[in-house]
């Protein structure tokens, strides 16, 4: 959470940094303030101060405390002076804390069309001047509210997408400022998002969490002698039409500013429009399924400005922003009453015009109608694109320089992580993997932002999720989401393709389990776990995990090889057919049997971190025997597998299924070979991508790895780039060589999956990795290699700072590392032996090792 206001758990844990070149904590003190009241834990012994315990009695629901804490480092008898305090206040942590029922439009709707989006409200009036106001808010649908004409929070898709019938997110604002005593105005703007709006592909499907658009809203105000008052929404409330004439998320927003009062929110204004507003429908929803949010919400991160713009002889503008992009645009603009001006969206242009083939059926179009009141900002409310390109029709006058900027939209994740090395062409790759994160992280991890898809599919992020945890704090996002596939599970164990599940036509209803997918219940809680240090995020998920690999051993039984059901193996392999991704080199039963034993492993080493020892010895003897029977049936006796295939080796190798050092030998030829063969292009999909470069440099060939990371044809990770691609695409040849397009029904220019070679470039390139949980201990192994003559990376730890740069220089290879304070460096040159370093600044010189802080 970017801050602690209205949290939804009464013993939030206490996470601090300690005073810069500190080696360790010895003890801590935490004071806890509520409004004058002062606990203290006096002097605590130990070394921990990572989502440490709440030392205090728990907070009640809208309680607030101020929390800081001071620290003995050292060996030294005094502590360090106090922190700054951190506020942090509980939101509504009781289903009764509730009196706010749905409120939304009460004419008649068809449920089958589009359906014009509302306006709600409520006047009322305060008694006094306020000193303390909250909102509290969600809605079926999105919402955007206001308060005596002024909008509340910046936060954008609010409440975003959960399993909506069993969690449904509600965001607390401080409104403080926004109310005056005596007569007030509350309202907000609705819209159907993910709620009741199409969504899917096919088509798309309508209504699927409910039929009605409703606000839930609970304003609590506190005057200075004590006494409360509170707003909800009620029987009370009015509804009305406003400007906004449609908005989806696939479709685009139509808005009319002629229909617009501007005083709608405001009380008692003489120019608003009273007569338009009629009484509200309420509805019903649980109150113990509103949630709080686990981590931020979608907000406005960047503006970006046209780095080109060129004018059709039709009067028509085409905008370039030079970055592939999800957002909106906002324009400025001026002309007459009635002009339309009409806005379009792709990633990518066909014969110099927008290419809106791969959008499918989300046609983004934005169109907005002047009122003639003179020049006028917009900006689409409800809905964002993916794109690079724009198309702007009927624009009144010249298109000024600055008229049009577009601004980029994303769950607001704290950057952690960063990459840059002598190559330009793989420093643009790293880039296009941050963008693809950023595009693709609108509140839950979604495959693509542009198409008439945008799903939250489990493959994608169980592969993406070591990259994703070294670039932002994704923790709080994907432990929510990944609570939501808890919650999607199946009783038998399955776990679904995409979460939140909606239909999907004959391919992915009804759900079925398939490998790699479904491994995400298994895999990702580890590694956020690794990346992130928190234990209760591997509790939390462990039962999840645990189900899907007791389903694997039920399909797989006592041959303990899963080789049945539909599985989609390493999908979108290069040779695939545009029609058929899932026809690739490797067997995808294969792939299935080798994501079962890496599961199955994955489950004990969780079992026993939670010390869990019966539960670690089960899955630990299933894992094993999992990975005998893969070797039985896969693996010949001249360490060639039954598919010759990259991928093959690279599971085998990264999954530890081989038996002894010869076989690891053989495999890692063979697979030097296979990649050598074919020049270093690349011959793997979705799963065997993220895992070839580290099966390669773990049996010796990190030359080939390399090999592979360079290679500039097709297919390539720096194919992309020399086609001008400011993202990663979904296919390896989403765009030919000759500027065609991939004729292939999925070809997205977003799609971060093979972006998730990003993670070895960290690790390995650079020479920067976790190795302990949260970074406790911290691993420094750079691999030099693909003329590549310098790199660096820096991350965000928990604990602080650390980073790595390296050099090759004529006296040899000169590495510096950062390390924070409270934790301790391993640094692992090339033909050297490991050198343990503490916190602070060193460098070392392989000519001579020598050491000297900074």
């Not at 004409?149 to 019938?165: A, H, M, N, Q």
């Amino acid at each position: 959470m970017r801050d602690g206001l209205g949290i939804g758990v009464a013993e939030p844990r206490l996470t601090w940094r300690l005073p810069d070149g500190c080696v360790s904590q010895d003890a801590y003190e935490i004071e806890v303030d509520r409004a004058g009241s002062v606990h203290r834990t006096g002097r605590v012994p130990g070394t921990s101060s990572r989502l440490v315990a709440w030392p205090a009695r728990p907070l009640a629901s809208r309680e607030r405390a101020a929390v800081r804490v001071r620290v003995w480092t050292d060996g030294e008898s005094e502590p360090s002076a106090w922190s700054d305090a951190a506020t942090v206040e509980a939101g509504l942590l009781l289903a009764h804390d509730w009196t706010a029922v749905p409120v939304g439009p009460a004419w008649p709707e068809d449920p089958d069309t589009d359906r014009r989006p509302a306006l709600v409200r409520k006047d009322f009036t305060l008694t006094g001047r306020p000193v303390r106001a909250r909102l509290y808010a969600t809605a079926h649908g999105l919402y955007e509210a206001e308060i005596n004409g002024r909008r509340v929070g910046d936060d954008v898709l609010s409440p975003g997408w959960t399993v909506y019938g069993e969690r449904l997110r509600y965001y607390t604002y401080d409104v403080t400022g926004h109310l005056t005593e005596g007569a007030n105005t509350m309202g907000a703007w609705l819209a159907d998002g993910w709620y009741r709006g199409r969504i899917g592909f096919d088509g798309g499907y309508r209504n699927l969490f409910g039929g009605d658009q409703s606000l839930i809203a609970q304003l609590e105000v506190t005057y200075e002698d004590g006494t409360t008052d509170t707003v909800a929404t009620d029987p009370t409330w009015q509804a009305a039409t406003g400007p906004l004439l449609f908005t989806g998320l696939y479709e685009g927003e139509t808005f009319d500013r002629r229909l617009h009062d501007r005083d709608w929110s405001r009380p008692g204004r003489p120019g608003r429009d009273d007569a338009a507003w009629s009484a509200v429908a309420t509805g019903v929803r649980d109150p113990r399924t509103l949630v709080a949010p686990q981590g931020p919400p979608v907000r406005c991160t960047q503006e970006i400005a046209p780095v080109a713009v060129t004018t059709k002889p039709d009067g028509r503008h085409l905008l370039d922003f030079g970055q592939n992009l999800v957002g909106r645009l906002r324009i400025t603009v001026d002309g007459p009453a009635a002009t339309t001006v009409t806005l379009r969206h792709a990633e990518v242009l066909e014969d110099g015009e927008l290419a809106t083939r791969p959008l499918r059926e989300a046609v983004s179009i934005d169109t907005y109608v002047l009122d003639g009141s003179g020049r006028q900002t917009w900006e689409p409310r409800f809905t964002v694109h993916g794109f690079r390109y724009a198309e702007i029709d009927g624009w009144p006058g010249e298109l000024a320089e600055d008229a049009v900027v577009a601004r980029v939209h994303h769950t607001d994740m704290l950057r952690t992580g960063w990459f840059e090395c002598s190559d330009p062409l793989v420093n643009r790759l790293h880039e296009n993997v941050v963008w693809s994160m950023r595009g693709n992280f609108v509140d839950l991890p979604t495959d693509c932002p542009q198409r008439d898809e945008r799903l939250g599919w489990t493959g994608d992020i169980q592969v993406f999720a070591p990259t994703a945890s070294f670039l932002y704090d994704c923790a709080g996002m994907l432990d929510s989401w990944l609570t939501d596939v808890g919650v999607e599970q199946l009783p038998d164990g399955t776990v679904p393709w995409y979460v939140p599940v909606i239909p999907g036509g004959p391919i992915w209803t009804p759900i079925r389990p398939g490998a790699a997918w479904g491994d995400v219940a298994a895999l990702t809680p580890w590694v956020l776990y690794q990346r992130f240090g928190d234990l209760e995020l591997l509790r939390r998920h462990h039962p999840m995990a645990r189900s899907w690999v007791d389903l694997m051993e039920r399909l797989a039984g006592e041959s303990r090889l899963w080789d049945t059901g539909d599985q989609l193996g390493d999908w979108l392999d290069p040779i695939a057919p545009p029609d058929d991704p899932a026809a690739g080199r490797t067997d995808r039963y294969l792939v299935a049997t080798a994501y079962f034993a890496w599961s199955a492993r994955h489950v004990e080493f969780a079992a026993r971190e939670l010390g869990d020892e019966p539960a670690a010895r089960h899955y630990g003897r299933l894992a094993d025997e999992v990975s005998a029977a893969f070797r039985a049936r896969y693996v010949g006796a001249d360490g060639r597998m039954t598919s010759d295939a990259p991928t093959a080796y690279a599971v085998a190798l990264s999954f530890g299924l081989l038996e002894d050092d010869r076989q690891r030998r053989l495999a890692g030829d063979r697979l030097a070979e296979l990649v050598l063969e074919d020049d270093g292009r690349i011959a793997t999909g979705f799963v065997g991508t993220p895992l070839i470069c580290d099966a390669l440099t773990d049996t010796g060939h990190v030359d080939v790895a390399y090999r592979l990371l360079t290679q500039t044809d097709c297919p390539s990770w720096l194919y992309s780039v020399t086609m001008g691609a400011t993202t990663i695409w979904e296919r390896w040849d989403s765009m030919r060589p000759d500027g065609s397009l991939n004729p292939g029904g999925m070809t997205s220019f977003n799609h971060y999956a093979l972006g998730a070679v990003a993670d070895w470039m960290h690790r390995v390139v650079a020479g920067i990795a976790p190795a302990s949980p949260g970074y406790r201990t911290i691993t420094f192994r750079p691999r030099p290699g693909g003329g590549i003559t310098w790199a660096k990376a820096r991350h965000e730890t928990p604990y602080g700072t650390a980073a790595v740069s390296w050099e090759q220089t004529p006296a040899g290879l000169t590495v510096d590392v950062a390390v924070p304070s409270g934790c301790q460096g391993v640094v692992e040159l090339p033909g050297r032996a490991p050198l343990t370093v503490g916190p602070g600044e060193h460098r070392l010189v392989t000519g001579d090792l020598d050491r000297t802080a900074a």
